[in-house]
């Protein structure tokens, strides 16, 4: 019976260290560093609510949806700045991926994957830390495509607040496409990524994007910070992460804890058979 209390008493002390909730304020993602300087450009910031409009001929309402992706990519992603002059505005690291629904030959609808790359790079001319202190942006090219994402800052917090891709239809990424050669823009408003203006935003499991019905934005290890005013190239050591991450976290105590009760519920049982057969041994010696 004793033996029985201490491993009990031991798979407990486990359980309870497990259950913890621990986030290092000093913990970043590496990745390779690229630094550019811009001039000041202002951008508009007179966005209110979630919309969003394409070239493309495809049917289908936009929307926006949140669903939470649970592939998280393996590489870790790099660091992309915007500067000017000696401050550091904009840091930003993600893993993203567009899927894109596109009409082929023989009446046929296909899926074309656009992944940005980590080698993607700043646009000197179009990334700008803004002419006033409520919009920043941030461009990004990448082979025959490019990105652009806005952030907005209002008295508590920052988002992105709109979000283009520019892409090209060709034939290694759209397959048969009907639309050869053409080229397509979609473009989100909305509220993504928002964080507390004294904080940088993470995120490993971030909700999908939809830019329309025929767009959707896949992307994970997130880490945005905006509005910055010093010349470093780390994130702040105050992190807000989004709340797929802590639901993701929640699990693993859980399942630990499930597991251990279940491995105590059979040391139990195997003991009281155990017992069981002995006292019946002493009883027939008897």
């Known amino acids: 019976m004793h033996i029985f209390r201490v491993i009990l008493l031991s798979l407990l002390s486990v359980t309870s260290t497990k259950a913890q909730k621990i986030i290092p304020a000093d913990t970043h993602m590496n990745g390779t560093n690229e630094t550019i300087n811009t001039s000041f450009q202002q951008s508009s910031d007179n966005l209110t609510t979630p919309s969003s409009s394409s070239s493309s001929n495809m049917v ?24 000017d002059r000696n401050k550091t505005c904009i840091i930003m690291a993600m893993n993203a991926t567009f899927s894109i629904k596109y009409n082929k030959t023989g009446n046929k609808v296909g899926t074309g994957k656009i992944n940005v790359p980590q080698t993607a790079k700043v646009d000197l001319n179009q990334s700008a830390c803004g002419l ?33 891709l520019n892409y090209t239809m060709d034939n290694s990424t759209f397959p048969n496409t009907i639309e050869l050669g ?67 976290r929640d699990i693993v ?20 058979v155990g017992r069981s057969r002995s006292r019946k041994k002493e009883y027939q010696s008897m």
Not at 60 to 83: D, Q
Not at 143 to 158: A, P, Q, Y
Request: proline share 3%; with cysteine.
């Open 60 to 83: 289908g309402p936009t929307t926006l949806v949140s669903e939470f992706s649970t592939a998280i990519p393996p590489i870790v992603p790099r660091k992309w700045f915007v500067n």
């Open 132 to 164: 006033n202190n409520h919009s920043q942006v941030i461009w990004l090219l990448f082979n025959t495509s490019s990105l652009k994402m806005m952030f907005t800052k209002s008295n508590t917090n920052i988002s992105v607040t709109e979000m283009q």
């Open 182 to 248: 053409k080229n397509n823009s979609v473009l989100v408003k909305g509220w993504f990524f928002t964080v507390d203006l004294d904080k940088h935003y993470r995120c490993k499991v971030a909700a999908d994007i939809m830019f329309n019905a025929n767009v959707i934005m896949e992307v994970s290890n997130v880490e945005i910070e905006a509005f910055r005013t010093d010349n470093s190239t780390d994130f702040k050591s105050t992190v807000w992460e989004c709340a797929a991450d802590d639901k993701v």
């Open 253 to 272: 105590p859980i399942a630990v804890g499930c597991a251990l009760a279940g491995l105590v519920v059979v040391i139990l049982i195997a003991y009281l």
